[in-house]
T-cell receptor, first 110, second 115 residues
């Protein structure tokens, strides 16, 4: 069974800082990896999807990388803003289902 | 394009009562998932449908949980009877295809509180 781990569990940074969220997975046989954002009491919003053959994807201030052989992905957020405060989850798609990490709770301090 | 729609958003029930959640996936999405998210945890799969067929229900507690997806469109998840430990967020997701581009689209979830 795929195990997905996210470190750190919580992160607090001042506004304007660049930051990196980490995601690791145990089984490299994935189709893709998806990063989500979850605001309190809300569902999951897809941020980026990286196919297994890709190394990175970018959307605005977000950049996600994937190293399938080492079982790692990172989400880089540039110039963080208070509106970025949320929980960020990564999920590995195996062809059958999405396996999620427990998330990183991010707080950006104005 | 409308997203995945779930209802109700919130539900409070007494233990031993039945409860049902409804999900309408994005039009044209053949795959539908029900996930359970406990507080501070990542979502975990309960059941996956391909059209109207439940292809993976291995993690669905079948003694009290049931689900259906009639006509391969919207879906209902039921709990009967509910227990205190069922308090959680129930998320529905859909995806249009399988393969490297498969992307999950989630609804807002139903937050269940069992008292």
């Amino acid at each position: 069974k795929q195990e997905v781990t996210q470190i750190p569990a919580a992160l607090s940074v001042p506004e304007g800082e660049n930051l990196v969220l980490n995601c690791s997975f145990t089984d490299s046989a994935i189709y893709n990896l998806q990063w989500f954002r979850q605001d309190p009491g809300k569902g999951l919003t897809s941020l980026l999807l990286i196919q297994s053959s890709q190394r990175e994807q970018t959307s605005g201030r977000l950049n996600a990388s994937l190293d399938k052989s080492s079982g790692r992905s990172t989400l880089y957020i540039a110039a963080s803003q208070p509106g970025d405060s949320a929980t960020y989850l990564c999920a590995c798609y195996t062809g059958n289902q999405f396996y999620f990490g427990t998330g990183t709770s991010l707080t950006v301090i104005p | 394009e409308a997203g995945v729609v779930q209802s109700p958003r919130y539900k409070i029930i007494e233990k031993k009562q039945p409860v049902a959640f409804w999900c309408n996936p994005i039009s044209g999405h053949n795959t539908l998932y029900w996930y359970l998210q406990n507080l501070g945890q990542g979502p975990e799969l309960l059941i996956r449908y391909e059209n109207e067929e439940a292809v993976d229900d291995s993690q669905l507690p079948k003694d009290r949980f049931s689900a259906e997806r009639l006509k391969g469109v919207d879906s209902t998840l039921k709990i009967q009877p509910a227990e205190l430990g069922d308090s959680a967020v129930y998320l529905c997701a859909s995806s249009p295809r399988t393969g490297a581009n498969t992307e999950a689209f989630f609804g807002q979830g139903t937050r269940l509180t069992v008292v």
